[in-house]
T-cell receptor
């Protein structure tokens, strides 16, 4: 089964509007972390926001917020007031405990969503 | 430096040659990851180092691929007898909890 599912291959949004990028995950761990990254056409991977599984409040970083719904295993990224520079590929990722349960293991990524912001 | 650095930024090699890719993580970060990304695709996990624990090598695609991390800091990914399908961008990330990525090495095997 896919660990991280991003069901939207592409999304379009008008400049200055908000957009939600979907992410669902699959884990049996109680402790895990969820991440969103932005990859513009330049190719760099830019860390945007992090949500821990025990965090009771949704994470926010400037115009980015993470809509964390633990029971539904979803961690959608909300970008408010979209800007042309937000056009990029966006990846959702999860970090679970390793097999021994003693530390966190690798980051597992979804397939990404291409966001295009129209003027 | 403040971020993760990788070298070289670009590498063009002939099929059958060996290549070494280097990653300098952020100082103090205990975790280091290698991923690769083919054009327009997602990230494929290769290997993960966490402190002094045995690395998670479950993503290495063949025995031509190996990686080491010396002194808990710098890491080198080695690809022996390169094949054309090895052409990709190789990304390194380091973290304490999350992951901060380097700029990548674009490998082209002719």
């Amino acid at each position: 089964a896919q660990k991280i599912t991003q069901t939207q291959p592409g999304m379009f949004v008008q400049e200055k509007e908000a957009v939600t990028l979907d992410c669902t995950y699959d884990t049996s761990d109680q402790s895990y972390g969820l991440f969103w990254y932005k990859q513009p056409s330049s190719g760099e991977m830019i860390f945007l926001i992090y949500q821990g599984s025990y965090d009771e409040q949704n994470a926010t970083e400037g115009r980015y917020s993470l809509n964390f719904q633990k029971a539904r295993k979803s961690a959608n990224l909300v970008i408010s007031a979209s800007q042309l520079g937000d056009s990029a590929m966006y990846f959702c990722a999860m970090r679970e405990l390793n097999a021994g349960g003693t530390s966190y293991g690798k980051l597992t990524f979804g397939q990404g969503t291409i966001l295009t912001v129209h003027p | 430096g403040a971020g993760v650095s990788q070298s070289p930024s670009n590498k063009v090699t002939e099929k059958g040659k060996d290549v070494e890719l280097r990653c300098d993580p952020i100082s103090g970060h205990t975790a280091l990851y290698w991923y690769r990304q083919s054009l327009g695709q997602g990230l494929e996990f290769l290997i993960y180092f966490q402190g002094n624990s045995a690395p998670d090598k479950s993503g290495l695609p063949s025995d031509r691929f190996s990686a080491e991390r010396t002194g808990g800091s710098v890491s080198t990914l080695t690809i022996q007898r390169t094949q054309q399908e090895d052409s990709a961008v190789y990304l390194c990330a380091s973290s304490l909890a999350g992951g901060f990525f380097g700029p990548g090495t674009r490998l082209t095997v002719l």
